[in-house]
C-alpha cells in the first residue's frame, strides 16, 4: 500500500510539475519551421537589404531556444512566434528591395535605348 501511494504521489508531482513548466511541449516541427523562415529570409538577402529584422528574427529564436532548454514553453514558443513574424518580414524587406534594384536597372536600360534610338533618329535625319 505504501508503495502505491508513493507512485501515485509521485506520478501527480511529476504531473504538478510539467504543469507548471510554462504549458505544453513545443514540438520539434514549430522550431524546424523557424529555422527554415530564418533561412528563407537570409536567401532573400535579408542580411544586406533587412539586416535590423533579421537580426531580430535571430535573437527571438535564440531566446526560444534558451526557453524551451528550460522548460519555458510558453515563452518559448511566444519566442517562436515574434521570429517567425520577424523572419517574414525580412524577408519581404528583402524582396522589396529586390524589386526596386531591378526596377532602377529596368528604368536605367529604358533610358539607354531610349537614347540610343534618339541618336538613330538623328542619325537618319542626316544621312
Given at each position: ?5 508513493w ?11 510539467g ?5 505544453p ?5 514549430d522550431v524546424s ?20 529584422m533579421l ?5 527571438a ?13 510558453d515563452a ?6 515574434e ?18 534594384e531591378?526596377?532602377a ?9 531610349e537614347?540610343?534610338i ?5 542619325r537618319?535625319?542626316?544621312q
Open positions: 500500500m505504501k508503495n502505491a501511494t507512485a501515485v504521489t509521485l506520478a501527480v508531482g511529476t504531473l504538478i510539475a504543469c507548471a513548466s510554462g504549458g511541449r513545443i514540438p520539434d516541427a519551421q523557424t529555422e527554415l523562415a530564418i533561412r528563407s529570409a537570409e536567401n532573400a538577402t535579408a542580411t544586406q537589404h533587412a539586416r535590423e537580426d531580430r528574427a535571430r535573437s529564436f535564440s531566446a526560444a531556444q534558451n526557453e524551451r532548454a528550460k522548460g519555458e514553453n518559448a514558443r511566444a519566442h517562436l512566434e521570429s517567425r513574424a520577424a523572419a517574414a518580414a525580412a524577408e519581404s524587406q528583402a524582396r522589396a528591395a529586390q524589386i526596386e531591378q526596377s536597372a529596368a528604368n536605367r536600360k529604358s533610358e539607354e535605348l537614347k540610343r534618339r541618336e538613330l533618329n538623328e537618319g535625319r542626316a
